[in-house]
């Protein structure tokens, strides 16, 4: 006969820990697939086939590994995988079994260093068990979104899809940023990006589009977002021109563009000029400063008239949506 070690395809380790008031629904499903039970003291630390990827990981987290796979190999462990059993998990997601094979445990909050430990042929890894973490998928994908919205390296094209997934499970935009804790506009911003054009999601992937522009073609109806692409990846920054010394002193008032300073007139010469002699023409005058506007910072609302005075309406609503990129 063989052993529950045996069954589960895993080192004999697992045959040490003895079931304690197990029902028999429950041991005869542990006995058909393998699943440790409720009354199965956790184990700290398991064979690496032991674990499973669970099937609401978000598929793109698991790219760009090597740099995760030599840190665990130099540096260790330093922090468990956060895991359910097989069983708790299977109860709560009866359809979603797939790929998770013969392994007693799936891994909830860990999967990239799941990865990585398989990438870097490590043998065991510490875990630390919780059946309260599978108990919707919801809260699977809301668990691996907030990891990945806390990394600074995450794609934005990665996190605008999971940020659609989660929006799809969760019904509307305002649910989404409530449970994140982020405003609809945040949210809003990076699902714009699942707008572009595929040519242009690619662009946005490999960086050469950049991510604030992007976001804002990503508004426009598909078929004028090549031309809008094609002239932010054109578009060269003019030089600034030097402000003069007698500008720069200038007193301004609040609320309004500053004047350029005035040509001094041609001084006229004291004495007549003989007619033999040719005049040297008057060079041209340097170019005017551009106009700047000095806004009060007093409250909002003196800022908004501020720049609703001066500006054109594209570049008021090129400021907006920056100002929203940035929230």
């Known amino acids: 006969m063989s052993s529950k070690a045996d069954k ?88 979603q079994t797939d790929g998770l094979g013969r392994a007693p445990y799936v891994v909830i909050d860990g999967n990239r260093r799941l990865a990585a430990a398989q990438l870097a042929g490590l043998k065991t890894m510490h875990i630390h068990v919780n059946d309260a973490l599978s108990a919707s998928a919801a809260d699977i994908l809301e668990s691996a979104l907030i990891a990945n919205v806390h990394r600074v390296d995450v794609a934005p094209m990665d996190q605008a899809r999971a ?24 949210v809003s911003q990076r699902l714009a990006l699942l707008n572009l054009t595929p040519t242009l999601q690619e662009k946005v992937d490999t960086g050469e589009l950049k991510v604030e522009p992007a976001r804002r073609i990503g508004r426009l109806p598909q078929e004028a977002q090549a031309a809008a692409a094609e002239e932010t990846l054109n578009a060269v920054n003019p030089p600034r021109q030097r402000t003069p010394a007698n500008a720069v002193n200038a007193v301004s008032t609040v609320n309004a563009v500053n004047a350029p300073p005035a040509t001094p007139a ?30 009060s910072t007093h409250s909002p609302e003196t800022i908004a008239d501020a720049l609703t005075a001066h500006l054109t309406p594209d570049d008021l609503k090129a400021v907006t949506e920056l100002l929203l990129s940035r929230i």
């Not at 197990?22 to 064979?47: L, N």
């Not at 041609?266 to 008057?282: D, Q």
Request: proline share 13%; aromatic share 2%; glycine share 6%.
């Open 8 to 95: 589960l395809g895993v080192s004999a380790s697992f045959a040490r820990a003895q079931p304690v008031g197990v029902s028999s629904r429950r041991a005869a499903i542990a006995e058909a697939t393998g699943a440790p039970t409720s009354g199965i003291v956790p184990p700290s630390e398991v064979p690496i086939e032991a674990l499973a990827h669970n099937p609401f990981n978000l598929r793109e987290d698991l790219t760009e590994l090597d740099e995760l796979a030599q840190s665990l190999l130099s540096r260790g462990q330093l922090q468990p995988l956060a895991v359910a059993t097989r069983m708790a998990f299977m109860e709560a997601h009866p359809g």
């Open 266 to 295: 041609p001084k006229t010469p004291s004495t007549p000029l003989s007619s033999s002699i040719t005049s040297t023409p008057t060079p041209p005058p340097h170019p005017s400063p551009a106009p700047r506007i000095t806004i």
């Open 163 to 186: 940020l659609q997934e989660l929006v799809d499970v969760h019904g509307s935009q305002a649910q989404v940023a409530k449970r994140l804790g982020k405003t609809a506009a945040w």
